[in-house]
């Protein structure tokens, strides 16, 4: 299968701060990819759905000011957690698809963000 | 309004069992149906998917079966070993590369040794 890589797997970041978690496709090109959040023992919440070179399109509820998604190529997509507070603390996921009518969707390792 | 509805939320099963975890959806348009298998602390992996024109589908010891009149598909998990001890996430998705998936709750798994 297609290989998403995601990075950092772990970070801290002091409150206030910004901290950028990147998703990249390893062996093809990504054409959508989209970010979830999952609390624990929850399901994975979708946060937005991201198209290569173009804006990102958020789910209701999310702060798109806060959560600055940037999908500049086919290979990478970044987020970026804006002015971190204790409550964005959580699992951050990507996925990746290749697009057309390949509907597979590959999941990065995911990225778990500490705010203090 | 939850699209798809996932149960049982935890399941204990003897090692050498058979795991039956249920799915119910909504939307008739709905196509894809993947069963995704997640570690704690990992992201989900896929684990088998069906497509509506089959009604059932097996990998070794995974079988999805899919009941589309019903509205229904199951994931089955014969011979159940310890190592399948993971949360198990149903979903449904339209056909198409820009779809999102649609996730069901999650099932928590514990295969006793």
């Known amino acids: 299968g297609a290989v998403v890589s995601q990075h950092p797997s772990r970070v801290i970041c002091k409150s206030g701060t910004s901290v950028k978690i990147e998703c990249r496709s390893l062996?093809?090109?990504?054409?959508?990819m989209f970010w979830y959040r999952q609390f624990p023992k929850q399901s994975l919440m979708l946060m937005a759905t991201s198209n290569e070179g173009s804006k990102a399109t958020y789910e209701q509820g999310v702060e798109k000011d806060k959560f600055l998604i940037n999908h500049a190529s086919l290979t990478l997509s970044t987020l970026t957690v804006t002015s971190a507070h204790p409550e964005d603390s959580s699992f951050y996921i990507c996925?990746?698809?290749?697009?057309?009518?390949?509907?597979?969707?590959?999941f990065g390792q995911g990225t778990r963000l500490t705010v203090v | 309004q939850q699209q798809v509805k996932q149960s049982p939320q935890s399941l204990i099963v003897q090692k050498g069992g058979i795991s039956i975890i249920n799915c119910a959806y909504e939307?008739?348009?709905?196509?894809?149906f993947p069963w995704y298998q997640q570690f704690p602390g990992k992201g989900p992996a896929l684990l088998i998917a069906?497509?509506?024109?089959?009604s059932e589908k097996k990998e070794g010891r995974f079988t999805i079966s899919f009941n589309k009149s019903a509205k229904q598909f199951s994931l089955h998990i014969m011979d159940s070993q310890p190592g399948d001890s993971a949360t198990y996430f149903c979903?449904?998705?339209?056909?198409?590369?820009?779809?999102?998936?649609?996730f069901g709750k999650g099932t928590m798994l514990l295969v006793s040794p």
């Open positions: 069906i497509r509506p024109d089959v």
């Open positions: 979903a449904a998705s339209v056909n198409s590369g820009y779809s999102t998936l649609t």
């Open positions: 996925s990746a698809k290749r697009g057309g009518l390949d509907t597979e969707a590959f």
């Open positions: 062996d093809f090109q990504a054409t959508t």
């Open positions: 939307n008739t348009a709905f196509d894809y």
